[in-house]
């Protein structure tokens, strides 16, 4: 099916927003194994598959209406050298991201291919459930403190 060029670029612009997410989440995840977080490397890890699935579905969705995905484009990446500058990292990453993911849908909406706004709809949800954690684990840091806030983190 021919897709709407806007919606094309849009997509792309999406999924080189998810490309990066994903080396993101990537390097926090395992930055937090060397320094034996292992809970928020698990949790790293999980947001960045997470996002492998969102860059899944726009590739598959991309090539349905006959666009061609852009796999070798990346937005700059933010690394935190710490664990309180990651989550504020990638909750700055998740904030885009919703925003994006909204201005897609309005755009879907105003051209009538509800297929992609229901895609859209479907990633945002994900976004908006990755930011909760992320505020979560801000707010911790906040009433526990730093120190009390990664020793729970260990094991």
């Not at 060029?5 to 926090?28: C, F, G, P, W």
């Not at 895609?119 to 990755?130: A, F, M, N, P, W």
Request: charged content about 30%.
């Amino acid at each position: 099916m021919k897709g709407n060029a806007e919606i094309i670029k849009r997509l792309n612009e999406l999924l080189a927003d998810e490309l990066t997410a994903i080396s993101q989440y990537m390097v926090h995840s395992e930055m937090c194994a060397n320094w034996r977080y292992d809970k928020l490397h698990q949790a790293a890890e999980k947001r960045a598959i997470d996002e492998m699935k969102h860059a899944e579905r726009l590739i598959g969705r991309i090539i349905f209406l006959e666009g061609t995905p852009i796999v070798n484009s990346l937005n700059p990446m933010h690394i935190g050298a710490n664990v309180g500058d990651q989550h504020e990292n990638d909750r700055a990453s998740e904030e885009a991201a919703i925003k994006a993911y909204n201005e897609g849908i309005r755009l879907a909406v105003e051209v009538g291919d509800n297929g992609s706004r229901e895609l859209l709809e479907s990633i945002l949800t994900d976004e908006e459930e990755h930011l909760d954690w992320l505020e979560a684990q801000l707010d911790q840091i906040k009433q526990m403190g730093i120190q009390g806030y990664l020793t729970e983190q260990i094991g």
